[in-house]
Structures are given as structure tokens and as C-alpha cells.
């Protein structure tokens, strides 16, 4: 008869649903031309039979999805609401308008170093690396789209800007969650990670410099830009005025006054573009569908609206679902452990917490779960080395945060595939800050930088153990 709380998972058997995801995903994608959506499914099932031949009743395993799943709804939420926003803030001329100003001002020599800067500040103003690729961040692809800068190039610098406010704002709830973990004080927090990120960041600007004088060099195609500028024009009336509502909705998040944006893009459109009540609803629901007759321009703008998110929504539910059998069940603690077991000094110790924190998002598909797990697993183990609990909270967003948007599956990549149109395995390579920050947290893991202990005469025990 299974028990409620059976002997503790083994390793061999947590492995069997992690080998099924991985050969599943790689036929899936590869192969078959499907999405992620079955072969997380199916790996669940996996999970959930081997989890009910272990011992574990149906009815924890099931408690387990939901409350899994319950982590996800303000997500879920915040999606839906973008997704609204997108769609009613091109019906009103808000992203066309940014876009056309845009492609005015700024140059293809430093754009992606501007695009990076551009979107550090606004996730730093909000806190969130979402709110930043929704607004701001749809419009630098059109940009750069117009300077014929390849996409892949482009998204990876929103998400490397996107992500360093995510990691560095007070605001931020992950920037909150990992200090929570970890038993670090909040600016502490913030402070210590300054250590990895900012020398991250410069090296990704530095990069993006380097890439970007190419297309400095190359002669800017101006009929293709006045193409585009020509297409917006026709379509909307473009004016300095709805560059107002992006301005208003930052200064409302870093005030924590409740927004709606959604309704003040549909104010917008019926103000400045004369739209009807019928044409803001369905933009809102099914997106917007440009029709200036330009390609360009309409491959840009037939985006956004809540219908368009459920693609995502769904993949949130698919991964949540196997999550939550494999954190109900123990799995995800059996594979942790046997990460752990590589960690005798604190490079190691770093090492592994990277590697987990970094297996987690590919394997439970979300943000926080690749911050909670490893901090809850982690965190004796610092204190038996007598780290600083902030130097377990630095390495938690080191890799945790900034790994998930790299993950089609995981929520965060999810978001940025549905908002941006680029897949996440196609901007990966070049999400310079995302791919840096961890391994300079790895180094400073073997070497001793920045990594503070207790008293000095904890600082060599690790090492010798």
C-alpha cells in the first residue's frame, strides 16, 4: 500500500523522467518539428508512474502539481495582462510611434550598446525584466529590424539589459526571493552581486561595441528606413505625445501605484488613431493585425493580445506539472544531492550550486523554483563553510535568474519567445551579460574574490576539508 511520506527517492530512479525529458525534447524540437508542450507532459507522466511505484500515493503527487502550479498564477496573470498591453498599445500608435522616433535618433554604430543601456534603466526603474521586453523592448526590435541588424543580435541585448535590472532592482521579486533564501539582507544582496554583474555588464557593452562598429562601417540601406518610416506614417498618426503613456507606466511601477495600461493604450488609440470600441477590444484579445501594405512593418506590428499568450500560458502549466511531481516526490532534492557530493571546497561549492540552479530551470522550467530549491539545499552547506548567507544569495541570481530566459520551456524564455518573436536558443549566443555573469561567479568561487566569510578563520577550512 503506498504510504504518504515513503523512503527517500533514489537517484537512479529520479534520472529516469530527467533521460525520458532530454531524449524527448531532442526528438520533439529536432525532429518532429513539434513544441515542448507533450514531451513535458509526457515526462510528468513518467515522473508521476515511477514517483507511484516508489511508494507515493496519487493524492501528494497530485497536491504537489497544484500547489506547483499556484507558484505560476501571478505569472500566468502578468502574461495576460501584457499580452493586452502589446496589442492595444500598437492599435494606439504607442510601440509605432517609439519605433519611428527611434529609427530617427538612434544609429546602427551603437545601437546595441544603447539598446542594453536602454532596457538596464527601465528594468531597474520596474524591477521586472517582462515589463521591460513588453514595452520598450518590442520597439528596439523594430529598430533594429529597420537598421537590418539580425534579430537574434538584437534580442540579446534587450534580454541582457532586461535581466541586469532584474537582478540588480530593489524592486525586482527575484532580487527579494534569493535574499529571502538564503537568510541575507536585502542590500546586502544587491551590493554583493554588484561584484559579478557589473563587470559583466561591461564586458557584454564592450562586446556589443565591438559587434556593432560592423554595422557602423557598413552603408546604412536609408530606403529600406524610410520604407518603414513611410509605413508607420500611413498607418498611424505619429506624434512626441504617445511616447507619454511608456513614461507614465514606468513612473507608476516605481511608485507601486496600481496601473492600467491596458486601458490607457485603449484611450490612446481612440483619442490619436480614431480607433472604435470593436478594433481596441479585439486588439486587446487577438492582437493587432497591421495592414500599411508594407511587409516589414506588418511582420512587425501583428502581435500582442491575451489569445496570442496562451501558447505560453499552457507551456507554464506543462512545466509546472512536471515540477511539481518532481519536487513532491523528492527527485529534484535525489539530483541536487548528487550535485552536492562534488562540492569540497567553496569553488566547487559554487560550482555545484551554479550547476543546480542552472538544472533546475532546464528541467522544472521556472524561475523560482531554480532559486528556492538549491537555496533551501544549499544553505547548510554555506554554513558548514562558513560563507556569508549572501554569497549563497549572489550565486542564486548569478545562475538562476539569469539562465531562465535561456530556456524555450521555462516560463521567462517562454515570455521573451511570445513578446520578442525570437526563439531563446537563437538569441542564447549572444545574451552576453546571462552567459558571462555565471562563470565570473564560478572564478571568484576558485579563486576567494569578493567571497566573505563569517571570520577569517573560516576562510581556509573549506579548502582543507
Not at 554588484?194 to 559587434?211: D, G
Not at 515540477?323 to 557530493?341: D, H, K, P
Amino acid at each position: 500500500m503506498p504510504a504518504d511520506r515513503p523512503a527517500r527517492m533514489t537517484l537512479g530512479r529520479a534520472l529516469i523522467p530527467i533521460v525520458f525529458l532530454t531524449v524527448a525534447l531532442i526528438s520533439t524540437l529536432k525532429f518532429f518539428g513539434g513544441d515542448p508542450h507533450i514531451p513535458l507532459l509526457a515526462a510528468a507522466t513518467v515522473a508521476a508512474v515511477i514517483a507511484g511505484l516508489s511508494g507515493f500515493r496519487w493524492s501528494v503527487i497530485e497536491v504537489g502539481i497544484v500547489n506547483t502550479i499556484k507558484m505560476s498564477t501571478g505569472a500566468i496573470l502578468i502574461l495576460m495582462i501584457i499580452g493586452m498591453i502589446i496589442g492595444t498599445w500598437i492599435c494606439a500608435g504607442i510601440v509605432p510611434a517609439m519605433i519611428y522616433y527611434g529609427l530617427k535618433i538612434l544609429a546602427p554604430g551603437y545601437f546595441l550598446v544603447a539598446t542594453t543601456v536602454i532596457c538596464c534603466i527601465v528594468s531597474v526603474a520596474t524591477g521586472s525584466s517582462w515589463t521591460t521586453a513588453g514595452t520598450v523592448g518590442i520597439a528596439l526590435i523594430g529598430i533594429g529590424q529597420g537598421f537590418g541588424i539580425p534579430l537574434p543580435l538584437v534580442a540579446g541585448a534587450i534580454i541582457s539589459g532586461a535581466y541586469f535590472g532584474d537582478k540588480m532592482s530593489p524592486l525586482s521579486d527575484t532580487t527579494n526571493l534569493a535574499p529571502a533564501m538564503a537568510e541575507a539582507r536585502l542590500f546586502d544582496h544587491i551590493a554583493h552581486m554588484a561584484f559579478t554583474t557589473v563587470p559583466s555588464l561591461s564586458i557584454a557593452l564592450l562586446l556589443y561595441w565591438l559587434i556593432g562598429r560592423q554595422y557602423a562601417i557598413n552603408s546604412l540601406d536609408l530606403t529600406a528606413v524610410q520604407i518603414i518610416l513611410d509605413g508607420l506614417h500611413k498607418q498611424f498618426q505619429i506624434t512626441p505625445w504617445l511616447l507619454l503613456p511608456p513614461l507614465l507606466i514606468i513612473a507608476l511601477v516605481v511608485l507601486r501605484v496600481p496601473a492600467i495600461p491596458g486601458l490607457i493604450g485603449g484611450l490612446c488609440a481612440w483619442f490619436f488613431q480614431g480607433a472604435g470600441m470593436t478594433t481596441i477590444i479585439r486588439s486587446a484579445h487577438y492582437g493587432y493585425v497591421a495592414q500599411s501594405g508594407v511587409a516589414a512593418v506588418d511582420n512587425l506590428l501583428t502581435r500582442g493580445g491575451l489569445d496570442n499568450m496562451l501558447w505560453t500560458i499552457s507551456l507554464i502549466l506543462c512545466a509546472m506539472s512536471l515540477a511539481g511531481v518532481l519536487e513532491s516526490t523528492g527527485m529534484l532534492t535525489a539530483l541536487a544531492n548528487a550535485i552536492l557530493r562534488m562540492a569540497r571546497n567553496t569553488g566547487s561549492l559554487v560550482l555545484a550550486t551554479v550547476l543546480t540552479c542552472i538544472g533546475t530551470n532546464l528541467i522544472a522550467g521556472d524561475q523560482y523554483l531554480s532559486i528556492v530549491v538549491p537555496g533551501r539545499i544549499f544553505k547548510p552547506l554555506y554554513n558548514r563553510f562558513g560563507l556569508k548567507p549572501k554569497n549563497l544569495s549572489r550565486v542564486l541570481e548569478d545562475a538562476g535568474t539569469l539562465s531562465s530566459p535561456l530556456v524555450p520551456w521555462n516560463t521567462c524564455g517562454a515570455f521573451m519567445y511570445t513578446t520578442l518573436g525570437v526563439y531563446p536558443f537563437a538569441y542564447l549566443p549572444y545574451a552576453f551579460l546571462n552567459l558571462i555573469n555565471p562563470l565570473i561567479s564560478i572564478i571568484y568561487g576558485f579563486t576567494g574574490l569578493t567571497m566573505e566569510y563569517e571570520s577569517e578563520k573560516d576562510s581556509p577550512k573549506p579548502a582543507q576539508s
